[in-house]
């Protein structure tokens, strides 16, 4: 009878996860996984084809931890600015994440424009909370997240180009400008 497998595939996907988590993409590799696994390189191998298979695995999951992220820091009230807010803090706590989702160029298949169709429940409720026809809503949203790219971008090079503050006055003005547009369409 074979020995039971001590690491499975779920144990090294969240193992990489974390390493990346804390060290940045450029740590995730066999070696490093293996050790912070206890373990050869040989169990990772024995899951995964290859590194990029894996890599892939964990690049999908980041996707979806930074979609959870924004939804579960977006308030009910004030769904476009908190939105906002969720998405820079995202940056300043998570920056290895937004370096690997937004800068690498690891997640050709995810862009910030697929943001916006992630949210669509968002946007639906933005839609119907401002009176707004969908498709403005969607267009509003759209340069929203582009300009939050901005700042992010700004913030991922320099972490103290803005404080807090700044930041939030910054996204209020930029909130409500928004919303003044799309209501005169």
Known sequence: MPPKKRINREDIISVAFQLIKSEGLESLNARNLAKRLGCSTQPVFSEFKNMEELK???????????????????????QLYSFGLAFI???????NFYQLIFMSGALNNINILDVC???????????????????????????LLLYLQGIAAVLYANEEAFQTEEIKEYLKDACEAFLEIYKEK
């Open 117 to 143: 169709k992630a949210n669509y429940n968002l946007v639906t409720n933005l839609a119907e909370h401002y009176s707004l026809s969908f498709r403005n809503t969607e267009k509003m949203f759209t340069q």
């Open 89 to 95: 803090d995202f940056v300043q706590k998570e920056r």
């Open 56 to 78: 892939q695995e964990v690049f999908e999951q980041a996707g979806y931890y930074f979609l959870e992220y924004l939804e579960h820091a977006t308030s009910s009230y004030n």
